[in-house]
Every structure is written in C-alpha cells, then in structure tokens.
Nanobody, 113 residues
Framework: QVQLVESGGGLVQPGGSLRLSCTAS????????MGWYRQAPGKQREMVAT???????VYAESVKGRFTCSRNNAKNTVNLQMNSLKPEDTAVYYC???????WGQGTQVTVSS
C-alpha cells in the first residue's frame, strides 16, 4: 500500500510564503496524477491543485497565480509552493493520489497576523 507523508505546514503572516512537500512510498509514483486538497474548519474538502506525470497542472481559481505545484518523479515528491498567502488559505492541506482512496495525514497551514 502506497503511503503519503506531508510536511512543511505552519503559521505564517498574511502575504507570506510556505512550501509543502509530499513524499510517496513505493515505486510507481511517476504514473500517478497527484493532487493537493485542503479542508478548512466547517467546510468541505476542496481541490487546490493537481499535477500529471509530465507536469501539467490544474489549479483552483482561488489560488491561481499564487500557488505553484511541482513534482520530482525521481524523488517521489510533489510540492506546493504557496505565495501571497491569505487568511482564507488557512486549512489542513492533504496530498492525494487521484483516482484512489490514498491520502496523506494532512499538514496544518495557518495564515494569521
């Protein structure tokens, strides 16, 4: 069973930046479509970004121009660079393998002054 482990969350002021990373176990990472999702208190989980094996990305409208998703297939990692963070970006961020039930444990991102 593939496992996903996120890291890089924390507390940041509005306008700041954070970089999240997700590392996958196993040997088939390069074929997966990977996704970053987030869930704020009292809200449904929502897609933030997805990235195909070759690097094609799709972003939620709310993060376009501020967030960048990238991957390193040799290292089994997918990253989410988050710039110009806003309080409404506060949520638990999850890594996910598209089309499966495999999720990471989540990492908290809090944007507050």
């Amino acid at each position: 069973q593939v496992q996903l482990v996120e890291s890089g969350g924390g507390l940041v002021q509005p306008g700041g930046s954070l970089r999240l990373s997700c590392t996958a176990s196993g040997s088939s990472f390069s074929v997966y479509v990977m996704g970053w999702y987030r869930q704020a208190p009292g809200k449904q989980r929502e897609m933030v970004a997805t990235i195909r094996s070759g690097g094609d990305t799709v972003y939620a409208e709310s993060v376009k121009g501020r967030f960048t998703c990238s991957r390193n297939n040799a290292k089994n990692t997918v990253n989410l660079q988050m710039n110009s963070l806003k309080p409404e970006d506060t949520a638990v961020y999850y890594c996910h393998i598209w089309g499966t039930t495999i999720w990471g444990q989540g990492t908290q991102v809090t944007v507050s002054s």
